[in-house]
């Protein structure tokens, strides 16, 4: 071997010729690899170039070196001649490749590195006995770096006897493994020859020649067999051939040919390993383990021998496994393997056993095992969860039972729940409770329970991912900071503009004031972080988006005790046992949200605030795509009957795109709502919570009976009168007032036939008679307005008549938020020309009047028709069958004074009824029948009829009597009665 060392700081690229070649190093040459060169610590290519060349060659030199002084000139079969002529021509002809016995190895050319060494092979092939040499040089493409020259030369002698390999390599071995090799050996002499094959007495226990001894015929071969059985004692008993930390052997052997004074050596080589493979630890306690759950442990498994080696796990019992590949498997040369051994045992015992490895060679090496079984008295349907990637701030459920199947002591049906070889537990009521890690996004429900025997209990789990508020606080003093920032240089801006416009001699006073207002106004105004400030909320919703995905594995354990929950005592705690443990796997995998709200500050809670039932309240949401695909949208169904609606829902939403989703709340009830929107997208769902309180409109009147009647008023004068409404609502409440008679529907209602027409009732018209003039009977003000919660606001309804009717009504609404009606108030009343009225009689007329001003008489009798009216007296007297007392039947009359600002002689109204005594003949009681009535007030006259004895029951009684009125003018009224017996039914 040549090495070639580069001592300088620069590589350059070279290349081994013989020194009669001729060669220029350019860039269009050709140039090997450097993994393809060799370097000082290159073991692979060397072994590569030794399996590739004969050793022997190699060594003929060496021996040829040594042993050419020993030599007998005799022995030599070429002539001085010959080796003259061999020699000559050697050194003044330029051998070619396949002619030279010197040559260069497969690496010859290359580049070497700065501080570097190549090793380059030179293989000595002789073919005729006798000394060799041929020169090489190595030229370099550096041109500061000159051309090296070296030489090479060998010896080669002629033996009758010899072998062609001079190292038998037996490679590696294992220690108490037979390898056997053959041996050839040639011959060149004429005549038999005998042999005998020796072994150093070191080795003989190890290595043996067969036969021992032989004749090898003339010219021919001799085959001896080579066995080789390496014990546990060879480091000790070859001592000068072993090297312990190479592992390698190297025993020389000698042939001793008869008649030949040199002897044949050639030598045996071999690396000898162990075949044993190491098990860590030796022994293993699984402890106690429920039969609902696998323990996992791990051993390592170590080859310390220099072969690979295949092994196998064999005859394991049904409740131990190993992974990987059940086991079995190959272990390359001193490497340590990674074993999983889980334990799962089927019944409640104490198990002790030995797991056997076996390696290809039939060894075995055990494994000491022992554990505890424990069956629980409660058992989970599933005792591993895997959920789907969840979004943050999502939520996935999963449910699973918990399952109390001890019902009977009796072992032939099934196995007791019992710990090892302990007691069975008892049978009854069994408590768990799940304990949950602190600040875990897990939540179950319920987490502690009883569950009857034969009875199972529903347990729903959740996970919810959400990100930890400390670094949310952080990322929010940070926008918080900036935000300072910016309004801190926006400040001095606008300071230094102010100091530019002052006089120098105020600017130093000026300055030192605004500096001191200026940092106590940004110390005063920074606002405090907190969950609910928006900094929080866009801190939030910024971490979301650049949130890079997340896996957590949680194992929770679930204890079990004997016994009720509701039975303990507050400080009493059930006796749970820590071997009786449940445990649940649960894979929970985060990812970022791929649908994010980008208004609101990106909160998925909207809250529309008091709205008034009846009203509609409307946000609108900005959604934003953030992934790299396009979603398809869906929806979750809102409430048919309930107050959240979508307007605009949209099914697309392209990687990036932002669109706006409008949502409306409209209560139609004093409600407090709340609902769940699940945007539904294959990669994972956004939930968006609704809430929103529906307040009734609470507005209270003074006037009882929805109707305000405005009594009697002079013609062409007016009254007024107030009535209040009161908010009783957490809301302030806008009003509108209208009329009837103003309404849109009042031309459609004047196209129809009266309703005293169609109907059998009277006067059930709304809107009744009107002024002649056009202008509304009755006025409102205000007609609109807010009221504010927990005020009254106070309205005045004003009667104006242009003439004389009895029949003046209208209809007025008082209309909250545009639309609903919240009160319907029913407005009358009566004008007359004169001062005096009378009613509470029976109607003789229609409540329709026409605006036209018809005269009803002849001019010349009108004085005469209104001096008399008809009033019309109806009254009943029920009879009843039996002997009990009847009461009469009984009517009243009104007369009543109008108050009027107009002067007038009289302040008074008289009236005064005739015939008096003849209607108590007929039966008739009244009182009074005279008397006066002061301005704005009235007087009630009583009338009641008992049946005479010579009442005929079949025929009405039917009697009048004058009432005058006296106060302007006189008028006079034919108050006719009319009386009937009618029965009890």
């Not at 220690?175 to 053959?182: E, I, N, P, T, V």
């Not at 609902?675 to 769902?685: A, N, V």
């Not at 849109?744 to 009107?770: C, D, H, M, N, W």
Request: net charge negative; proline share 6%; charged share 20%.
């Amino acid at each position: 071997m040549i090495t070639l060392t580069n001592v300088g700081g620069l590589g350059t690229k070279f290349k081994f010729l013989l020194d009669s070649e001729l060669y220029e190093m350019d860039d269009s040459q050709p140039i090997v690899k450097i993994s393809s060169l060799f370097n000082c610590e290159d073991k692979t290519l060397y072994e590569k170039l030794i399996s590739s060349y004969s050793e022997q060659q190699l060594e003929v030199n060496e021996f040829s070196s040594m042993d050419l002084l020993s030599q007998k000139e005799s022995e030599k079969q070429l002539d001085d001649a010959e080796v003259t002529t061999a020699a000559v021509s050697a050194m003044t002809m330029p051998p070619s490749e396949e002619q030279a016995e010197i040559t260069l190895g497969e690496v010859r050319e290359g580049e070497i590195g700065p501080f570097s060494s190549i090793k380059v092979p030179i293989i000595f092939t002789p073919i005729i006995p006798g000394e060799v040499q041929n020169k090489f040089k190595v030229v370099f493409k550096d041109p500061q770096s000159p051309t090296l020259y070296f030489r090479a030369t060998g010896t080669a002698i002629d033996v009758p006897v010899w072998v062609p390999r001079a190292t038998v390599d037996l490679k590696i071995c294992m220690y108490d493994r037979l390898y056997q090799d053959s041996i050839t050996v040639h011959t060149r002499s004429k005549a038999a020859l005998r042999l005998k094959f020796e072994v150093c007495k070191e080795l003989r226990g190890h290595i043996e020649l067969l036969p021992e001894t032989g004749y090898i015929q003339a010219q021919s071969t001799y085959s001896v067999q080579l066995k080789f059985l390496p014990r546990q004692s060879l480091p000790e008993d070859a001592r000068k051939y072993f090297d312990p930390a190479s592992r390698v052997l190297e025993a020389p052997m000698t042939i001793r040919v008869a008649d030949q004074i040199k002897p044949v050596r050639f030598t045996v080589q071999a690396i000898v390993t162990t075949s044993d493979l190491e098990i860590n630890p030796s022994e293993i306690n699984f402890g106690y383990c429920t039969i609902y759950e696998a323990i996992r442990t791990e051993i390592r498994l170590s080859n310390l021998s220099l072969l690979p080696q295949e092994f196998g796990f064999v005859g394991l019992p049904k409740y131990i496994d190993i992974q990987p590949n059940d086991g079995f498997g190959t272990i390359l040369p001193l490497e340590t393997l990674r074993l999983d051994l889980i334990f799962q045992p089927i019944k409640a015992r104490e198990y002790k056993f030995e797991l056997i490895c076996k390696s290809e060679i039939n060894r075995c090496f055990k494994l000491s095992c022992q554990a505890i079984g424990v069956h629980p008295p409660l058992e989970l349907s599933h005792y591993q969860i895997k959920f789907s990637a969840t979004s943050l701030y999502d939520t996935s459920v999963s449910t699973l039972y918990v399952i109390n199947s001890h019902v009977s002591m009796n072992k032939l049906i099934h196995s007791l729940p019992r710990i090892g070889s302990e007691e069975a537990s008892p049978v009854g009521p069994t408590s768990f409770e799940f304990l949950l890690p602190p600040k875990s996004p897990i939540t179950i429900s319920p987490s502690v329970g009883t569950v009857l025997p034969g009875k199972r209990c529903l347990v729903q789990v959740a996970f919810q991912p959400v990100l930890p508020q400390d670094k949310i606080f952080e990322e929010a003093i940070q926008l918080l900071g900036k935000e300072t920032e910016t309004k801190t240089k926006e400040t001095g801006q606008k300071k230094e503009l102010w100091k530019q416009s002052l006089s120098m001699v105020r600017v130093h006073n000026r300055e030192r004031l605004t500096r001191t207002s200026t940092t106590q106004s940004t110390e005063l105004q920074r606002p405090e972080v907190n969950v609910s400030s928006i900094e929080f909320q866009a801190a939030q919703a910024t971490l979301s988006k650049a949130f890079q995905g997340k896996f957590e594995r949680f194992v929770i354990p679930c204890v079990v005790a004997s016994g009720d929950i509701k039975d303990r005592k507050t400080t009493e705690p059930l006796s749970f046992s820590p071997h009786n443990t449940l445990y649940l796997e649960l894979w929970c995998p985060a990812v970022a949200p791929f649908i994010v709200v980008t208004s609101h500050n990106g909160k998925t809670v909207f809250n529309f605030g008091d709205i008034a039932v009846g009203h509609r309240s409307i946000k609108k949401i900005t959604l934003q795509n953030i992934c790299n695909e396009d979603l398809t949208l869906g929806y979750s169904v809102l409430n048919p009957n309930g107050p959240f609606v979508r307007l605009n829902p949209f099914s697309k939403l392209c990687s990036g795109e932002t669109q706006t989703l409008v949502l409306s709340f409209s209560p139609r009830e004093s409600i407090l709502a709340q609902e769940t929107l699940d945007i539904i997208t294959k990669r994972g769902t956004l939930s968006l919570t609704l809430l929103g309180t529906g307040v009734a409109s609470m507005i209270t009147c003074s006037i009882e009976g929805n109707t305000l009647n405005m009594g009697y008023v002079l013609a062409r004068e007016s009254v007024s009168t107030t009535f209040k409404l009161q908010n009783e609502s957490l809301l302030p409440i806008k009003f509108w007032v209208r009329l009837e008679s103003l309404s849109k529907k009042k031309a459609e209602t004047y196209q129809q036939l009266p309703k005293f027409l169609t109907s059998r009732e009277q006067r059930t018209e709304i809107v009744g008679t009107q002024n002649y003039n056009g202008q509304s009977v009755f006025s409102i003000s205000p007609v609109e307005g807010l009221m504010f919660p927990g005020k009254a606001q106070e309205f005045t309804v004003t009667f104006s008549p242009d003439h004389e009717s009895l029949y003046f009504s209208d209809l007025l609404q008082v209309v909250l938020f545009e639309k609903k009606v919240s009160h319907q108030i029913f407005l009358k009343g009566a004008a007359r020309e004169h001062m005096m009225f009378v009613e509470g009689s029976d109607p003789l007329d229609v409540p329709v009047e026409s605006l036209a001003v018809i005269t009803a008489f002849d001019p010349e009798h009108k004085e005469e028709a209104e001096e008399i009216k008809p009033i019309l007296v109806t009254l009943n007297y029920v009879q009843f069958d039996t002997d009990t007392t009847t009461p009469p039947a009984t009517r009243e009359l009104q007369v009543g004074c109008i108050r009027t600002t107009q002067p007038s002689p009289r302040k008074t109204v008289e009236f005064n009824l005739d015939s008096v005594s003849w209607l108590q003949h007929k039966g008739f009681s009244i009182e009074p029948s005279r008397g006066f009535v002061e301005r704005g007030q009235t007087k009630t006259i009583n009338i009641s009829w008992v049946p005479p004895a010579d009442f005929d029951p079949d025929h009405p009684l039917i009697v009048s009597s004058l009432l005058q009125l006296r106060g302007d003018i006189k008028e006079t009224y034919k108050v006719i009665f009319v009386a009937h017996v009618v029965t009890e039914q």
